[in-house]
């Protein structure tokens, strides 16, 4: 006897819980489906005085055969609201008009577009679309995705070639100071400096220059004994000169600290 009252409370809980949901989804009939129910299960409490449990299954059978009479011809219940589509490469034209400033002309370019590459595979690609700037395609991408995006890398900077070593200085040319010295002052000291002068030689040069109380002329100096004309030619003419000689080649040294 437990297990029968047991039955009849659960499909009674059962039938219950049915007029709950379609009275939430069907508001317009609420009320005649209700009466109708409660009309079934006053009859049904009246006549089963003895319940059984195939009294209590063709109880619920008879509410479900009256709900489904009841409700009307055109009473659907509602679909589940399909959430946007996010994949930018299965986008319908509607999906894309939900960007501000697509309209049906630039989404049916955008699609023109997909068809034509196979695909989006890097957001770079609706910026060739004729209409399309940055700040648009940054609100597209807002709105969808496209899978795998292939990103632009950077490109790897080009190898610098290694700096040359900076070359050598070029040596300066060496300066080269030649002795030149008055034959009226010149020492005997000084003479010898002169490339391939000889003591006898200097004492030569000396004792003409005392013999004629001084040089006059440049040419003079080849008097001298052991001095050859070669010698003055290509030597003590470069060394030695005479103060208004205008045959004295050689000029006095413009330094201040010449070559000894």
Known sequence: MKDKWTAYCVAGLSA????????????????????????ELTTAAVTETEPDESSA????????????????????????????ERNLNRASAEDLKRVSGIGDALAEAILSAREACGGFTSREQLSEISGIGDIL?????????????????????EPQPEPLPEPDPEPEDPIYYINVYDANTVTREELLTIPDMTEEKADAVLQMRDNLKGYHGIYEISLAEGISGEYFEYVLKEHLYIVGDPHSTAAPQETENPAP
Do not use: H, W, Y
Request: net charge negative.
């Open 137 to 157: 395609m940054q609100r597209i991408m807002a709105e969808f995705e496209i899978p795998d995006e292939v990103f632009p890398t950077a490109p790897e900077p």
């Open 57 to 84: 299954e063709n109880t619920v059978s008879r509410i479900q055969t009256t709900l489904t009479e009841s409700l009307p011809q055109d009473c659907e219940l509602p679909a589940e609201t399909a959430p946007p």
């Open 16 to 39: 219950l819980f049915v007029i709950g949901v379609i009275g939430v989804i069907v508001t317009k009939p609420r009320n005649q489906i209700g009466i109708t129910v409660k009309a």
